[in-house]
């Protein structure tokens, strides 16, 4: 593949995908945006919960079958492997965008945290969820992640190296810092309607299964390296004993 189409492609899926989080972010908490879980299509009861659990259910299978290297050892004979993670990351982009134009609004409020101290604490608790997201990508590899690492190791010319597996700050602490960043950011809304309730609790089944794949898949890579990690570093809640966590978590 012509490198600098490489290079141009993998910037194009990374700039979206930016836009692509941001919206997320204010569509998650109903912030900027004249479209967000609160303020969307409408359907019928039945109707919305059906199309929304089909919204995340299409984002889980995208996620996590691409992600499977097995997949990856089919696709990469079709996508050439220097864009491989740019096209990963440019086909969840337009999952997501998927969602945000279909989804469909439950406005029905389960609860409505009104003493405006509490209300900010749990807006703190939301961006502080965010922010752990985005840190953790970075405390791994953020442009590897993202396929910028890749398709400009192409344009030089040379092998891109893949980092392989680190245990830097947060992934000290927790095994999955990314996914819990997800969670505290879905959970924490000072106002929760049913449309934003059963989009957490849809996210976290996924993500909660997903955890499982992806643990197994790093079992058979890394071996007893990650045995050992396991064991010493919960999957998702800090401070507790690896055994307990994975009967709570997998």
Known sequence: MNRYLAVVYGTFSYTLFLVVFLYLISFVGGLFVPRHIDNAGTAPVGWAVLIDVALVTLFGIQHSVMARPAFKKWWTRVVPEPIERSTYVLIASLVLVVM???????????????????????????????????????????????????????????????TGFRTTLFYRVVRHPLMLGF???????????????????????????????????????????????????????????????DIMVG
Do not use: C
């Open 100 to 162: 945000f134009w279909q989804w469909r609004e439950l406005p029905t409020v389960v609860w409505d945290v009104t003493w405006q101290p509490a209300r900010l604490v749990v807006w703190t608790v939301f961006w502080l969820g965010w922010a752990i997201v985005l840190a953790s990508t970075f405390m791994i590899n953020h442009f590897e992640l993202f396929g910028l690492k890749q398709v400009f190791a192409a344009w030089r010319a040379r092998p891109a190296l893949e």
């Open 183 to 245: 969670l505290i950011a879905f959970w924490a809304a000072p106002t929760m309607t049913a449309g934003h309730l059963l989009f957490a609790a849809t996210m976290t089944a996924y993500i909660l299964l997903a955890l499982q794949v992806e643990e197994h898949d790093l079992m058979a890579a890394l071996g007893t390296h990650y045995a050992e990690y396991r064991r010493r570093v919960p999957m998702l809640i800090p401070g507790l004993h690896k055994r307990d966590t």
